[in-house]
């Protein structure tokens, strides 16, 4: 079946460096892979999303790369800030289409410590 | 702005109970869901609806059920609340015309059943 891994240990880093988060998934070849952030107590908001042709995409602070080949993605953040902390979710499509079940990675807390 | 918006942002329940929790957006989307996110297991499907009046079950539709009677409307119902139902429930909507298929999530319901 397939399966999708992000770290669960939570990542601390200094303001000012860049975050790397971590997204890895099996059994599924995806035609588009997805960034959500979600702060504590609050529903997921949508990042970015990257297709399978695009080797990296771009917004703001947000660097995200898509390996196919690896069956992985990372997400970056540059120049981190105290308010970058939160939890980031990846996500991949249905695995058929005219379904709805998207898979959901369970994320990975990132603290920036001032 | 799309917005989702639910009913509760924190319920308290007694075992047995029937619980309503209720979905609204205001984009026309003709997707809606219900997820429920646990520590440890991330956001697991519930169930999904396409279409006014229809629905998919999810991947632990077990205990739930659903009601989509208008397009902006989504509710989910537990017909006999558990403790085990104790979760962070989130709704979302999604519109296929988007070409993107980023989900647009509600801020969350917390429910405890004692």
């Known amino acids: 079946s397939q399966k999708i891994e992000q770290n669960s240990e939570a990542l601390n880093i200094q303001e000012g460096k860049t975050a790397t988060l971590t997204c890895n998934y099996t059994n599924y070849s995806p035609a588009y892979l997805q960034w959500y952030r979600q702060d504590p107590g609050r529903g997921p908001v949508f990042l970015l999303l990257i297709r399978e042709n695009e080797k990296e995409k771009r917004k703001e602070r947000l660097k995200v790369t898509f390996d196919t080949t690896l069956k992985q993605s990372l997400f970056h953040i540059t120049a981190s800030q105290p308010a970058d902390s939160a939890t980031y979710l990846c996500a991949l499509p249905p695995l058929t289409s005219g379904t709805y079940k998207y898979i959901f990675g369970t994320g990975t807390r990132l603290k920036v410590l001032a | 702005d799309v917005k989702v918006t639910q009913s509760s942002r924190y319920l308290v329940k007694r075992t047995g109970e029937k619980v309503f929790l209720e979905c609204v957006q205001d984009?026309?989307?003709?997707?809606m869901f219900w997820y429920r996110q646990d520590p440890g297991l991330g956001l697991r499907l519930i169930y999904f609806s396409y279409d006014v009046k229809m629905k998919e079950k999810g991947d632990i539709p077990e205990g739930y059920s659903v009601s989509r009677e208008k397009k902006e409307r989504f509710s989910l119902i537990l017909e006999s609340a558990s403790t085990n139902q104790t979760s962070m429930y989130l709704c979302a909507s999604v519109s296929p015309l988007t070409g993107f298929y980023e989900q647009y999530f509600g801020p969350g319901t917390r429910l405890t059943v004692t």
């Open positions: 984009m026309d989307h003709e997707n």
